[in-house]
């Protein structure tokens, strides 16, 4: 059997295994309205937030995620809450920060879980009300050999 | 129980920026797992993680079930006192969970 | 000739990869997941160390007895699991380190056997693995162990399932290509139990093994069965020299 085949077999036979019944999921119009109530309707501007997430993800399951907001974080200009949201995961909210000038920098790691390859957004609220956003779209794949 | 791994420098220089660690033991079921029948596994997240230095509240985290399996985070801390840092979680079950680490600042 | 006698003594590893070609899990995956593994304070691995320890002093059974009474600290058992699947005398066969564990407890502590994918028995043969971490996979010697890895050499070349694929067709011949997106790797398992991003938690070699079984569509063999032990045996000798990783992080 050559390479060829043999992959073409497995793949055609193979997509009905990755196949996984999803329920129903956010969707960009979604998004967008978990940030206009966070946000108040105002529109951020981009830049001052670095969203660092891997272009290509193995897995979905587990996404290492870091969020950078460019602040002395000091009691006259730090950042006050930092939210995260999903495009294509059921439910729009991934994570929210509230950090204090106690921390002395604005820079926060985690993992998450990303359902489908999608966008994601985060956005920081500074103590002067200003809003900053940053965005990137995530390839999300899947590992062969599942259980199910 | 082992609930949760947390790293804490020791010791730090006053006013240096120090990094916490900690790897929470949790599912985090989201809710949205199908079983065998059809039936949904019902949802058991973390819900919220907090930091507390010197009694002030120094971070609060609101997790969502996009947060993956086994909750992991890193943030700074000016390290400008000796004393505790205190990580607090809450689970699903509105259980508060609490570990702390001695810095040693001078 | 140096290299003749290193093609002789990896017996019946796959043509073409000599001892200088085999690469751990470990390389194919990205440098996001290789940090993860790397840092004891990310390793959720190390989550289940942490469990590993109070069951490892806890006493149990009718005995009331614990690993420790027997055993001492954790430490003691360095080098142990880099010898596994082992020869076990009283029951005149071949033992992974999960059904070790159970044999003692049944033996020496009057306690029933854990489940074998239960969280206790990952927690007691992940804290057990990672004193091995950093040393060579050295299989034990005992040539009555031959017969179980012939068998598990037999087992990873047939063909099995609907998809008619044996392990070798994938870890052998096709081994750094991908499979749907992912790239597959040589099949060295030196990192057990895994913290797999797939199942979100620990799990032993042998779900692993089913995992690939129902992947080529094959009714998998069961968990802690003779079939898989074997396989496992042939895999090892076949790993041998190459560095425990345990608890591993893989995709």
Redesign the interface.
């Given at each position: 059997m050559t390479?060829s085949r043999?992959?073409a077999?497995?793949?055609g036979?193979?997509a009905p295994?990755?196949l996984v019944t999803r329920p129903a999921s956010a969707s960009p119009e979604t998004m967008a309205e978990a940030i206009r109530d966070f946000t108040g309707g105002a529109e951020p501007a981009e830049g001052r937030v670095t969203l660092e997430i891997?272009l290509?993800?193995?897995?979905g399951?587990?996404v290492?995620m870091s969020i950078t907001v460019d602040s002395s974080m000091t009691a006259e200009d730090h950042v006050a809450e930092i939210a995260v949201f999903n495009e294509r995961n059921p439910l729009p909210d991934v994570v929210r920060f509230r950090p204090t000038p106690a921390l002395g920098q604005a820079v926060f790691q985690t993992?998450i879980r990303l359902g489908d390859t999608q966008k994601i957004t985060a956005i920081a609220r500074m103590s002067d009300g200003s809003l900053w956003s940053a965005a990137m779209t995530v390839i999300v794949?899947?590992?062969?050999?599942?259980?199910? | 129980?082992?609930e949760?791994?947390v790293?804490i420098p020791a010791t730090a220089a006053a006013g240096e920026v120090i990094e916490i660690?900690i790897?929470i033991?949790h599912?985090?079921e989201t809710g949205f797992r199908p079983r065998a029948d059809g039936s949904l596994v019902p949802r058991d997240i973390v819900t919220s993680l907090r930091c507390v230095y010197h009694g002030a509240t120094v971070l609060e985290v609101d997790l969502y079930p996009a947060i993956?399996?086994?909750p992991?985070f890193v943030f700074p801390l000016r390290a400008e006192r000796s004393g505790e840092i205190v990580l607090e979680w809450t689970d699903w079950q509105g259980e508060v969970h609490r570990q702390s680490g001695q810095i040693t600042v001078g | 000739m140096r290299a003749l006698l290193a093609a002789l003594s990896l017996g019946a590893a796959a043509a073409g990869a000599g001892a200088e070609d085999r690469r751990s899990g470990f390389d194919y995956?990205?440098p996001?997941?290789q940090?993860?593994q790397a840092d004891?304070?990310?390793?959720?691995g190390?989550?289940a160390v942490?469990?590993g320890?109070?069951l490892w002093d806890a006493p149990t059974g009718s005995s009331e007895r614990s690993c420790s009474d027997c055993h001492g600290v954790p430490e003691d058992m360095r080098g142990v699991s880099a010898r596994y699947p082992a020869w076990d005398e009283i029951s005149g066969g071949a033992t992974d380190l999960a059904g070790r564990i159970n044999l003692c407890r049944s033996r020496h502590q009057d306690a029933p056997a854990l489940a074998y994918e239960g969280p206790e028995l990952l927690a007691l043969t992940t804290l057990i693995g990672l004193q091995s971490r950093g040393m060579p996979i050295a299989p034990d010697p005992d040539a009555r162990l031959d017969t179980w890895r012939a068998r598990g050499d037999a087992l990873y070349r047939q063909r099995i399932g609907?998809?008619n694929?044996s392990c070798a067709?994938c870890h052998d011949d096709?081994a750094g290509r991908r499979?749907?997106?992912?790239p597959?790797p040589q099949a060295h398992p030196i990192g057990y139990p895994i913290y797999r991003?797939?199942?979100?938690?620990m799990g032993s070699l042998h779900r692993r093994f089913?995992?690939?079984m129902?992947?080529v569509?094959s009714t998998p063999a069961d968990l802690g069965s003779e079939e898989f032990i074997a396989l496992e045996a042939y895999l090892m000798k076949r790993a041998a020299g190459m560095t425990v990783e345990t608890p591993a992080v893989r995709?």
């Amino acid at each position: 059997m050559t390479l060829s085949r043999r992959s073409a077999l497995v793949l055609g036979l193979g997509a009905p295994l990755l196949l996984v019944t999803r329920p129903a999921s956010a969707s960009p119009e979604t998004m967008a309205e978990a940030i206009r109530d966070f946000t108040g309707g105002a529109e951020p501007a981009e830049g001052r937030v670095t969203l660092e997430i891997p272009l290509l993800v193995e897995n979905g399951n587990s996404v290492p995620m870091s969020i950078t907001v460019d602040s002395s974080m000091t009691a006259e200009d730090h950042v006050a809450e930092i939210a995260v949201f999903n495009e294509r995961n059921p439910l729009p909210d991934v994570v929210r920060f509230r950090p204090t000038p106690a921390l002395g920098q604005a820079v926060f790691q985690t993992r998450i879980r990303l359902g489908d390859t999608q966008k994601i957004t985060a956005i920081a609220r500074m103590s002067d009300g200003s809003l900053w956003s940053a965005a990137m779209t995530v390839i999300v794949t899947a590992p062969a050999c599942v259980e199910s | 129980m082992s609930e949760a791994l947390v790293s804490i420098p020791a010791t730090a220089a006053a006013g240096e920026v120090i990094e916490i660690k900690i790897l929470i033991s949790h599912p985090m079921e989201t809710g949205f797992r199908p079983r065998a029948d059809g039936s949904l596994v019902p949802r058991d997240i973390v819900t919220s993680l907090r930091c507390v230095y010197h009694g002030a509240t120094v971070l609060e985290v609101d997790l969502y079930p996009a947060i993956a399996a086994n909750p992991f985070f890193v943030f700074p801390l000016r390290a400008e006192r000796s004393g505790e840092i205190v990580l607090e979680w809450t689970d699903w079950q509105g259980e508060v969970h609490r570990q702390s680490g001695q810095i040693t600042v001078g | 000739m140096r290299a003749l006698l290193a093609a002789l003594s990896l017996g019946a590893a796959a043509a073409g990869a000599g001892a200088e070609d085999r690469r751990s899990g470990f390389d194919y995956m990205s440098p996001q997941t290789q940090a993860m593994q790397a840092d004891d304070t990310a390793n959720p691995g190390m989550l289940a160390v942490l469990e590993g320890r109070r069951l490892w002093d806890a006493p149990t059974g009718s005995s009331e007895r614990s690993c420790s009474d027997c055993h001492g600290v954790p430490e003691d058992m360095r080098g142990v699991s880099a010898r596994y699947p082992a020869w076990d005398e009283i029951s005149g066969g071949a033992t992974d380190l999960a059904g070790r564990i159970n044999l003692c407890r049944s033996r020496h502590q009057d306690a029933p056997a854990l489940a074998y994918e239960g969280p206790e028995l990952l927690a007691l043969t992940t804290l057990i693995g990672l004193q091995s971490r950093g040393m060579p996979i050295a299989p034990d010697p005992d040539a009555r162990l031959d017969t179980w890895r012939a068998r598990g050499d037999a087992l990873y070349r047939q063909r099995i399932g609907q998809l008619n694929l044996s392990c070798a067709n994938c870890h052998d011949d096709n081994a750094g290509r991908r499979l749907a997106s992912a790239p597959i790797p040589q099949a060295h398992p030196i990192g057990y139990p895994i913290y797999r991003l797939e199942w979100q938690g620990m799990g032993s070699l042998h779900r692993r093994f089913r995992n690939c079984m129902t992947g080529v569509r094959s009714t998998p063999a069961d968990l802690g069965s003779e079939e898989f032990i074997a396989l496992e045996a042939y895999l090892m000798k076949r790993a041998a020299g190459m560095t425990v990783e345990t608890p591993a992080v893989r995709p």
